[in-house]
């Protein structure tokens, strides 16, 4: 989500609700409202920002609003993540499940490479994380892309999120159709049946269609045949994956 309009999103909560689908959202923190930022006023439009998106998510009906919302995406100080900056995210992060509770909608911080942020960037910093906000609205997202880069063992990682693994993102190496690239599929496959992870599945790739994404995705050409194949041939494939452990 990137444009706050509570109207449009429950225009689309009819539209999905007519045509039986569960949803989630995922949204992102920019510089100028950054929910670590030492300045108090840009932490302060980071946590408006996040309470005024799971308005819309509410409205539109999602389970959860995922997404690594917890820092600005794509900016960097040269090194790690101070203490100040963890205390700082942790606060904006409490206060935004606060809110999450009020409208019914779940959390799901995403933990990104090292490419794409600095605050969390493996499911043990997630995990950390998530106990130092202590909510139950806040849970940790889990990523196949994500944790394909800086996961030296998957069932690890996955393990280390049990019990506060609230959404999941399918994503192939490459951003294209899952199943058809390097990502370790069974081990995750096993390991998140193995925790009892039973909550949403979403396919994430990366194509042409949003111009505002394109910068951000770092994707300048077709991953997929169509949007359609990928969700034909994606959909497919998680349900096979899943049926061989249930």
Sequence with gaps: MFDIDEANSAKWGKRLDAVGLARSATTV???????????????????????????????A??????????????????????????????????????????????????YLNRFECYLLNTAADGA??????????????????HAHIEEKNIPSAIRALAGCLGHVHISENDRSTPGSGNVRWKENFDTLSE???????VIEAFGLALEKLIPATKIWRRMYQSERQLATDGLAFMKAEVAKRA
């Design 29 to 59: 923190r920019g510089s100028a409202e950054n929910p670590m930022s030492p300045d108090p006023a840009v932490r302060r439009k980071g946590v408006e920002a996040n309470k005024r998106t799971l308005d819309c998510c509410a409205a």
């Design 195 to 201: 925790i009892g992870y039973d909550g949403l599945m």
């Design 61 to 110: 009906g999602c389970e959860v609003m995922a997404g690594p919302f917890h820092s600005a995406l794509g900016e960097f100080s040269g090194k790690g993540a101070t203490k100040d900056e963890w205390k700082w995210a942790v606060q904006s992060m409490r206060e935004a499940a606060e809110h999450a509770e009020k409208v019914g909608v779940t959390l799901g911080v995403e």
């Design 128 to 145: 950390r994380f998530v106990r130092d906000v202590d909510h139950p609205y806040c849970k940790m997202m889990y990523d196949t892309f």
